[in-house]
């Protein structure tokens, strides 16, 4: 009950007993109201003390109430710096899980690129060696013979001029022939080991002429176009044009059956891109690549090439449409040496 019904209830007995007695109205104030309102004072006190006391707890538990709040938002807050630092954290680990597997896969192709490199270099130096050993013999074979054949002929010119003039300008004729042979041996095989046309004219005429003369090219047309401006390239990278085109033509011509060959060097943005497509027939790259055929040596040569010089080098072949063999290395001007 509160103390407005209490109050009520307070002035309704108070009447009640006012109505009821008989004592005289000047009575009433010591006789009924100063001690109604004592008794009322009485009761009312205790009760207004504990709304008092009730009132200062609820604005106590009010206040606890808001700190409880604003607690309970800071460890909200709290909670959720720590799940956004414990997921960062997990993030972190998982990075650096993922950075330990990444140089363990790199440390791996280092290694695996390492002992590629190894075995191609050592291909190359086989490879180089067996070209020696056949330039070797075959200059043995037919230069030395001419030469010897040459000795042989002046030494009977030596005979002949000591018994009689008659016949000695045919065996000059001889001797002279093959003293032409030789020196056209000789230069056949310096072409082979380093065109010069390739340092005093370029590398398009460097190219015409390998194809005009191209061993095997009987029945073999060639279609090739080149833009003038390729000749701007350092002399090394022309160098490695010129052996891709070299090796990928005689390949064709001994290998292929091929009756039409395409060759262009092309300007393809920033790159000097060289190609040769045959029509003939078509072989598995990866298996001559896993071969150890000296086809195989010739294909490794080619790509190292080119990579050599910052290129890429890409060989497609397939049943009826033949070997497409791609060259693509950067453009790069040649620049002048300093003059001194």
């Known amino acids: 009950m509160s103390l407005v019904d209490i109050t009520r209830l307070h002035a309704r007995l108070l009447n009640g007993l006012l109505a009821a007695t008989s004592t005289p109205p000047d009575e009433w104030v010591a006789t009924l109201i100063n001690p109604a309102n004592r008794f009322l004072i009485e009761v009312l006190g205790p009760v207004e003390a504990r709304q008092r006391t009730a009132q200062a ?117 001889k001797t002279q022939r093959l003293v032409q042979q030789s020196v056209r041996i000789v230069h056949e095989y310096a072409r082979k080991l380093r065109p010069a046309m390739l340092d005093d004219l ?65 300007k393809v943005g920033s790159l000097v891109q060289l190609e040769v497509h045959d029509d003939g027939r078509s072989f598995a790259v990866d298996r001559m690549l896993a071969s150890r055929s000296n086809k195989r040596l010739g294909l490794i040569g080619m790509r190292e090439r080119v990579e050599m010089v910052g290129g890429r080098f890409a060989i497609l072949s397939a049943p009826g449409q033949g070997t497409r063999v791609t060259a693509e290395i950067p453009f790069r001007v040649e620049t002048a040496a300093p003059h001194s």
């Not at 909200?76 to 899980?97: D, F």
């Not at 180089?128 to 013999?137: F, G, W």
């Not at 279609?223 to 990928?248: M, S």
């Open 57 to 173: 707890l609820s604005g106590e538990v009010r206040v606890l109430g808001i700190k409880l709040l604003r607690r309970t938002a800071a460890l909200q807050s709290l909670q959720k710096k720590l799940r956004h630092e414990i997921g960062q954290r997990k993030t972190g680990e998982r990075k650096i899980l993922e950075g330990a597997r990444h140089y363990s896969q790199l440390l791996l192709e280092a290694q695996r690129l390492q002992s590629q490199s190894r075995r191609v270099a050592h291909q190359v130096l086989l490879a180089q060696e067996a070209e020696r050993k056949e330039i070797s013999r075959e200059l043995h074979d037919e230069v030395a013979q001419i030469l010897a054949g040459i000795n042989v002929q002046l030494a009977t010119l030596k005979e002949a001029s000591a018994i009689s003039s008659r016949g000695l300008r045919t065996r000059i004729v």
């Open 202 to 266: 370029g590398l398009i005429p460097a190219l015409r002429a390998f194809m005009r003369d191209l061993p095997g090219r009987s029945g073999l047309r060639i279609q090739f176009t080149a833009f003038p401006g390729v000749e701007a390239i350092d002399n090394a990278r022309r160098t490695v044009l010129f052996r891709v085109a070299q090796e990928a033509l005689t390949n064709v011509a001994r290998h292929a059956r091929a009756h039409h060959v395409t060759m262009r060097v092309l």
